[in-house]
């Protein structure tokens, strides 16, 4: 059920451009090396958010097809600096190894093309020696182990944007020997996938992120099934379930589905007939989630509150909160490398508001204002 719910919000999500499509994710990048027609290395770009006290990676949407754990496993067109230009700041005992898989990683899927923006990267790549990042404009040693992308010099796109280099990457992801099987998610007949994204966001969890479909012993698995397999839930769908929490937990200010709970991390989302009335509903709770410090506008959330309490109808209050929208809240808590769930809860809105919000006084809900819920 909690995966259902969440790989459907991912479509409505991506049919409104909010998240990244099958193939790709949000990842934090801090730099850009742009690099000449010929291959030549031209300058370091700093990509970081600068606004606050300390310089911030912003997230930009990359190929990924797989989560990496404790292999060597390159990224195409961007990656740490470790994979991407052979260099770090700490001692890289695979910095060899996992420079070269980046390299055979581009040619394994770009030599094939024409396109000349593809070219001049590859070129770049077989030129490439790392002593030579030291010397850049714009080097600094925050480069060290950052998130890298590329761009091609005079072009106003980054290199994993270029339309070839998506269609390759496509092709690619479409051609993986893959097991057909029913979805437990969708019960539909799909390729099944065994690798599951890593979660982040979930307070007192791995920064790397955490599983939240996992089996680490033998006792978990079941007929001759290994690891994620005993899990049958296809590609698509391991994408949209992760792609839509990942979403959820994203740590900046504008998220508003997201709240602390004690130790345990809780978002919360709609399901309607239509996106505006999912997103009246996901509004009406993030406005208690984060009340107006304005004391004009206070006033006006605690007067929506009482006539809440008062039993109005919905309509009454917003034209677009609908009684029947389907409400979901989920706790997450830390368990090791993998996450708890510490509740589920489903219900439709009108219930949930009744359950809330009991009968209270416009002074009981100017209280409740100027105390939120933490």
């Not at 989560?67 to 067109?77: E, K, N, Q, V």
Request: net charge negative; with cysteine.
């Amino acid at each position: 059920m909690i995966l259902s719910a969440l790989n459907e919000y991912y479509q409505r999500l991506a049919e409104e451009k909010k998240v990244p499509p099958p193939g790709f994710s949000s990842e934090r990048i801090s730099f850009c090396l742009v690099f000449s027609e010929k291959g030549v290395p031209l300058q370091i770009v700093d990509l970081r958010d600068t606004s606050g006290k300390k310089p911030k990676s912003v997230p930009y949407q990359v190929p990924v097809d797989k989560r990496r754990t404790s292999g060597i496993h390159a990224y195409p067109l961007w990656d740490k600096t470790a994979y991407a230009l052979g260099a770090t700041a700490g001692e890289g005992k695979r910095l060899t190894d996992e420079h070269a898989a980046f390299k055979d990683r581009q040619a394994d899927l770009f030599s094939s093309s024409d396109d000349f923006e593809l070219q001049a990267f590859l070129t770049f790549l077989t030129q490439w020696s790392p002593e030579k990042l030291t010397r850049l404009p714009g080097y600094s040693e925050d480069v060290l182990d950052a998130n890298i992308v590329f761009r091609l010099d005079g072009t106003h796109h980054y290199l994993h944007d270029n339309k070839n280099a998506r269609q390759l990457w496509s092709i690619t992801l479409e051609n993986d020997d893959e097991t057909i099987g029913e979805c437990l998610v969708t019960g539909k007949e799909a390729p099944l996938g065994v690798g599951h994204p890593a979660i982040r966001g979930v307070r007192g969890s791995q920064s790397s992120g955490a599983s939240l479909v996992s089996f680490n012993s033998d006792a978990y698995e079941s007929y001759g099934h290994k690891g994620q397999a005993n899990a049958a839930i296809s590609k698509e769908a391991i994408f949209g379930y992760s792609t839509a929490l990942n979403y959820l937990l994203r740590g900046d200010a504008e998220n508003h589905q997201r709240l602390q709970l004690g130790d345990t991390t809780t978002v919360f989302w709609a399901k309607s007939h239509d996106s505006k009335h999912a997103e009246a509903a996901e509004g009406f709770f993030a406005m208690l989630n984060e009340p107006p410090s304005d004391e004009q506008e206070s006033a006006k959330l605690a007067s929506l509150l009482l006539k809440v309490a008062q039993g109005r109808p919905l309509a009454e209050l917003d034209p677009m909160l609908d009684a029947d929208t389907q409400f979901f809240v989920l706790g997450l808590a830390p368990n090791a490398a993998r996450l708890s769930v510490r509740f589920w809860y489903v219900d439709k809105c009108l219930r949930i508001i009744n359950r809330v919000f009991r009968p209270v006084t416009f002074e009981q809900s100017m209280d409740f204002i100027a105390e939120p819920i933490k």
